[in-house]
């Protein structure tokens, strides 16, 4: 074969060879590359913005912000401060509710079914709810005009350890008789916390408690009487044992007094609805000569009016 055909037998050859590699290996290169953009695209296109929004939606107002009330996972404490926005939306809830005084709120605050409860309410929602509740109540709002409820749920939209805006609010007419006089179950209820009321003792010269889970319960029984006697109102009386001189343990008597008064309002209760007094060492009801009489005589006693 002359030098000349194998000149270019060797073209046709290298022609041939480069084609089939190119087919080979670029090709499909090119295919993976769109392969594995294509899902990354799709998956960015799904997102969802992490957000509840605060929405009031009554007759005679709507207001509505991306911004909400959070609370920490097994918390019943609102995160502060709130934003204004969330603030702006109250101040018209409040125009609205004062210029309609027959107009009703219930709350209802959510708690998922894997969180703790360690609050005096039956569950965290209701926790959650009287803490929103007490936060418009502290803005100027009438605690008349809500009314809470608690649900636990199985899943509400998180921020890592967040839960964001875990509340619904229902406008409704002020039924008319709620506020009547207590019928038979409630007056029943009333004298069951005043015949047996809750007694916090407390160590010497020491006004903070730890609370037994009784204790709790007669909160509890509190909370719900006045939920639904609108007019009753709380007194805690301080007391003290006979050391040291009437007025020191008049002193603190009170504190004992107000500390219970600062419990009840973190766990529901308005505090203008909680009247306190000190009787001091003037009203034993065990020995001062005895250890275990002035324990007994340390305490606030907390009843209904």
């Known amino acids: 074969?002359?030098?000349?055909?194998?000149?270019?037998?060797?073209?046709?050859?290298?022609?041939?060879?480069?084609?089939?590699?190119?087919?080979?290996?670029?090709?499909?290169c090119s295919d993976k590359i769109q392969t594995d953009d294509t899902?990354?695209?799709?998956?960015?296109?799904?997102?969802?913005?992490?957000?509840?929004?605060?929405?009031?939606n009554g007759s005679g107002i709507e207001y509505r912000t991306n911004d909400n009330f959070k609370f920490l996972k097994n918390s019943a404490i609102l995160i502060m401060p709130v934003s204004d926005s969330l603030i702006a939306g109250i101040q018209k809830l409040k125009t609205f509710l004062t210029s309609n005084p027959k107009q009703q709120i219930t709350i209802t605050g959510y708690a998922l079914s894997d969180e703790k409860n360690?609050?005096?309410?039956?569950?965290?929602?209701?926790?959650?709810?009287?803490?929103?509740?007490?936060y418009f109540v502290s803005e100027g709002l009438s605690e008349k005009q809500f009314i809470t409820k608690g649900e636990i749920i199985e899943q509400w939209k998180m921020s890592a350890d967040t839960l964001l805006g875990p509340a619904d609010y229902i406008f409704n007419a002020i039924d008319s008789t709620s506020t009547a006089v207590p019928d038979d179950e409630w007056s029943a209820l009333k004298d069951k916390i005043n015949a047996d009321p809750l007694i916090l003792h407390f160590n010497t010269n020491?006004?903070?408690?730890?609370?037994?889970?009784?204790?709790?319960?007669?909160i509890t029984d509190i909370i719900k009487y006045l939920e639904h006697v609108k007019d009753a109102?709380?007194?805690?009386?301080?007391h003290s044992d006979n050391v040291g001189n009437r007025d020191s343990n008049i002193a603190l008597g009170q504190k004992r007094a107000d500390f219970s008064k600062s419990?009840?309002?973190?766990?529901?209760?308005?505090?203008?609805?909680?009247?306190?007094?000190?009787?001091?060492?003037?009203?034993?009801?065990?020995?001062?000569?005895t250890s275990e009489g002035k324990a007994s005589n340390r305490r606030t006693v907390i009843t209904i009016k």
């Open 1 to 28: 074969m002359s030098k000349k055909a194998l000149y270019l037998l060797g073209i046709a050859i290298t022609i041939i060879l480069g084609t089939y590699l190119y087919l080979k290996f670029c090709c499909n």
């Open 118 to 134: 360690t609050t005096t309410f039956e569950n965290l929602g209701l926790a959650r709810a009287n803490d929103v509740k007490n």
């Open 263 to 289: 419990y009840l309002s973190k766990n529901g209760i308005d505090q203008a609805r909680i009247e306190t007094q000190s009787k001091g060492p003037d009203e034993p009801i065990g020995d001062n000569n």
């Open 206 to 218: 020491q006004s903070s408690q730890t609370l037994s889970s009784l204790e709790k319960q007669k």
């Open 39 to 56: 899902p990354k695209t799709a998956a960015t296109a799904v997102q969802e913005p992490n957000i509840v929004p605060f929405v009031l």
């Open 233 to 238: 109102s709380v007194l805690a009386v301080g």
